[in-house]
Structure formats: structure tokens, C-alpha cells
């Protein structure tokens, strides 16, 4: 059956699949899906009017415990059948107040911002690569990877360990075919105990939905299986990170013509992109510092980017703004002709924030037809500080708070990311994340005492 469109397939798909009940979702701001279980009996009035939520009890959704309800007002399209609990079925909601849709909401933040492209005559097609931890606890806040063999200094590609978890990998991979994501690869990847699952890629809002249910799913199943999954930048400090890598391109709604590939298959400089492809990517990097406030936006993601190298010898993420052609040493990356991939994203970015950002940081650069000059074919993980400097790299931000500082200064996402009854949404976005960055700043860890309680 295809997807539905409108509130009567919505209804008429509910029946037709015998789903019991309904999770009514929306995410707040960092991401974490909230949800109503909506019984298929009462389908009729959720279509009509909703789900409502006490917005405020849900997270940075821009409420005061006296504010007027949310109402989660279901999109038909981003309805799945839930492969391990086929009596449940998703719907991501779009969140209303007094029946206008809430501009505090990530997802109507990306909307908005897709509606630009739209205008254009421009569709962004995005592919994620969402990497994943397996673990247990081990105490109130410490962790252990999962499978106890999983301890290679190598363990990238490690048959074994991808065997080990067979029946977790196979079931998602099921899932994800059943759900007709297009799975094409499951594999163990540079830190013991990550993992990464792939599917295939499509528009950006149908990607970002779909990077919030398979972090459900997954979460779920680890569960289920007596594990634990993290997205968490950086739960080990000895072992790789895990990212979001983000392939990018421009479609045409029109023609469903491919911009960012030449027509003869022609580019000087090599890598097989238009000059839409390299003015996008030059609006990738003149608003690099400031968008990873979004795509990296904890505390932890700096411990992730630029880093010293983990066990396995490579961080495999960005410290530096620069791009280059099959080279993951830098923030861009050209992995073969058409696209692009934004590898300064990381496991705890909201997809639709995220998304946003990147569509309004490209698309800066198509329209003021910027050039990224030649890309950088070097190592840059071996360049020295003063290498970089003679060469203009700038460094991504030490810290949240360096980000966050960036993030406010820039017109372009300030305007992406739109106003809000209250002002404008980055300022919103900054005060909770300097919040959350003073929050960890405030408190006395164990390095600190280790390292200064005899010091002095």
C-alpha cells in the first residue's frame, strides 16, 4: 500500500493494517522523540485535532508550564507500520499552538527551510550514516561495551565482532527492508562495540523522520536483547566516536535533474561536481563554525572532533574547515561524483535541525555563487598548526560554548532557524546550550581531582 497523503488515507491505512494503536511523535529540541499512544478507535478525532502535549513538560519547546497545549497534528506521508510491534504504527506530527504550527518545533523549523528550496525549484536529498554504540551499565554512570570479546585495538570490519551480533544487526537490517528503507550494509566500525547500519538515501525531510525512527528501533531492540544503544558523540575517551555522516545534493522538483552532476561528467577540478556543487560546498564552509553548534550540539561532541587519535590510530572526525575530493581527514568529503558528505555531524544531532541548517549554509553559497577554491589533498590529521595557518584552514570550535558564540553571529542561519513569538529561534537555541555547557562547566570531575587535589 502506498504511503498516505491526506487525513483519510491516514485513517484508511490505520484500518487496513489493523493497527491498534498510533505513536503520535514529535522530538524537542535535542532530538528526544515524545509520543502519545493513540488507540486506531480514536484515529478520526487525531486526524481532526491531534495529540495534545503540555508542552513545556516535553522539553525546549519554547513553553512555560502556563502555556496553551501543543497540539501534535499528524503528517499522513511519515506513517510506518512498526515491524517489531506490528499492532503500532508512527506518525511524526508537525506541533500547533492555538492552530498555528509552532516555530519552536525542529521539525517545522526544516520545513520552513525546504520550503526556500522549494521556491527554487531545488529538492535536498540527504543520506545519513548514523553510527551506534552497544554497551551495558556498569554503575549509575559507567558504561561497557556490550560483547566482552569486542576488545581489538583494530576492530573496524572485525568479522567476529560482527557476527557476535548477528541477531541484533539482522534484525534491524529486516526491519529497516521491511519499512522499505533500502538496507545495503551493516558493519562493525572503529571503536569496539559501534556499529553502523545503512539505508538508502531520499529527500531531507523524509531522511531526518527516518533518523529519528531508527534511533527508536534500535534503541528498542537493545533493549529488548538486555543491551543498551548510544548515539552519544563520544562514550569512551580511548575509543573512536560516533558520527552522522551526511551525504548532500541538489535535485531539481521540476525536472528531477541531479545538480550537483555534470552533464558530460566534465569538472576541472576532478572530483565530478557542478559549479552549483562547489558554490554549496563554499556555504558549507563560510558558515562552518557557527552550523556546528547545530550538527555537533553537546558537550560531549568536542570531545569527538579533534581529539587526540583513540586506540584504533584515527578520530575519523573533522578538526579542520576544509574540503578535499575521497580524503575523510577533512570536513567535506567527495566521496564520488553528485554529492557530498558533511562529516562535522555527529551522533547527537536533531536531524531536522541539523538538515535545516546545512540546506541554508549551502544555499547561501549557490546564491552569492561563492568558490570553495581547489580542494586540499592532503592528510590534514598530520598538517602542523602552522601548516594549516599558511594554507587559511580555520579549526572548528574548541567547545559548545565557542560554537554557540559562532552560531549567534551568523545572519544567514539566524534567519534558517526563523523567529518565534518570544524573538528568534538561535537565541532560544544559544541560551540552552550555553545552559547545558555552564551545567557540565560547573561540575568537578574526576581529571580535575586527580589531577589537582595533591597539586598545589
Request: aromatic fraction near 8%; hydrophobic fraction near 45%.
Amino acid at each position: 500500500m502506498a504511503s498516505p497523503e491526506t487525513g483519510s488515507d491516514l485513517i484508511e491505512a490505520v484500518r487496513a493494517d489493523g493497527v491498534a494503536f498510533i505513536l503520535a511523535m514529535f522530538v524537542d529540541m535535542h532530538g528526544k522523540p515524545c509520543a502519545k499512544l493513540v488507540p486506531a478507535s480514536a484515529v478520526e478525532g487525531f486526524v481532526a485535532g491531534g495529540a495534545g502535549f503540555a508542552g513545556f513538560a516535553a522539553g525546549p519547546m519554547g513553553q512555560t508550564p502556563a502555556s496553551p497545549d501543543l497540539l501534535a497534528m499528524p503528517d499522513p506521508p511519515s506513517y510506518s507500520v512498526l515491524p517489531w510491534k506490528p499492532d503500532v504504527a508512527v506518525v511524526q506530527c508537525d506541533p500547533t499552538v492555538n492552530g498555528e504550527v509552532w516555530p519552536y518545533a525542529p521539525r517545522v523549523i526544516l520545513k520552513r527551510q525546504l520550503g526556500r528550496l522549494g521556491h527554487r525549484d531545488l529538492v535536498l536529498k540527504v543520506g545519513a550514516e548514523v553510527e551506534y554504540f552497544l554497551v551495558r551499565r556498569t554503575g549509575p554512570t559507567s558504561i561497557t561495551v556490550a560483547d566482552v570479546l569486542d576488545a581489538s585495538t583494530l576492530p573496524c570490519y572485525d568479522a567476529r565482532g560482527l557476527l557476535r551480533m548477528f541477531d541484533h544487526l539482522s534484525t534491524v537490517s529486516t526491519h529497516l527492508n521491511t519499512l522499505g528503507w533500502a538496507n545495503y550494509a551493516n558493519d562493525h566500525e572503529d571503536a569496539n562495540g559501534q556499529f553502523e547500519q545503512n539505508f538508502a538515501f531520499a529527500d531531507a525531510l523524509t531522511t531526518a523522520d527516518r533518523v529519528i525512527l531508527f534511533r527508536y528501533m534500535v534503541h528498542t531492540l537493545a533493549e529488548a536483547a538486555g543491551m543498551e544503544a548510544t548515539f552519544m558523540p563520544k562514550p569512551f575517551g580511548h575509543l573512536t566516536g560516533s558520527g552522522m555522516h551526511t551525504h548532500l545534493s541538489l535535485w531539481s522538483s521540476q525536472s528531477g535533474a541531479e545538480l550537483f552532476m555534470p552533464s558530460t561528467g566534465e569538472d576541472p577540478r576532478g572530483l565530478g561536481l557542478t559549479p552549483m556543487a562547489y558554490a554549496f560546498i563554499a556555504g558549507l564552509l563560510a558558515h562552518a563554525r557557527a552550523l556546528v553548534a547545530v550538527t555537533c550540539p553537546t558537550v560531549n561532541s568536542y570531545k569527538r572532533m579533534g581529539a587526540a587519535a583513540p586506540d584504533s590510530g584515527a578520530t575519523w572526525a573533522p578538526a579542520y574547515v576544509a574540503y578535499g575530493g575521497n580524503n575523510r581527514t577533512h570536513m567535506l568529503r567527495v566521496p564520488e561524483p553528485g554529492r557530498v558528505e558533511n562529516r562535522a555531524v555527529d551522533g547527537s544531532a536533531n536531524p531536522y535541525l541539523a538538515f535545516a541548517v546545512l540546506a541554508a549554509a549551502g544555499l547561501d553559497g549557490v546564491e552569492r555563487g561563492l568558490d570553495p577554491g581547489e580542494p586540499n589533498q592532503a592528510n590534514l590529521f598530520a598538517a602542523t598548526p602552522a601548516e594549516l595557518a599558511a594554507r587559511g584552514i580555520a579549526t572548528m570550535p574548541p567547545t559548545l560554548l565557542h560554537a554557540v558564540e559562532a552560531l549567534v553571529d551568523d545572519a544567514v542561519l539566524r534567519a534558517a532557524l526563523g523567529k518565534t513569538p518570544d524573538g528568534e529561534y538561535i537565541d532560544y537555541y544559544a541560551q540552552v546550550k550555553a545552559k547545558e555547557f555552564m551545567d557540565f562547566h560547573a561540575s568537578v570531575t574526576p581529571w580535575e581531582v586527580e589531577r589537582y587535589l595533591t597539586l598545589m
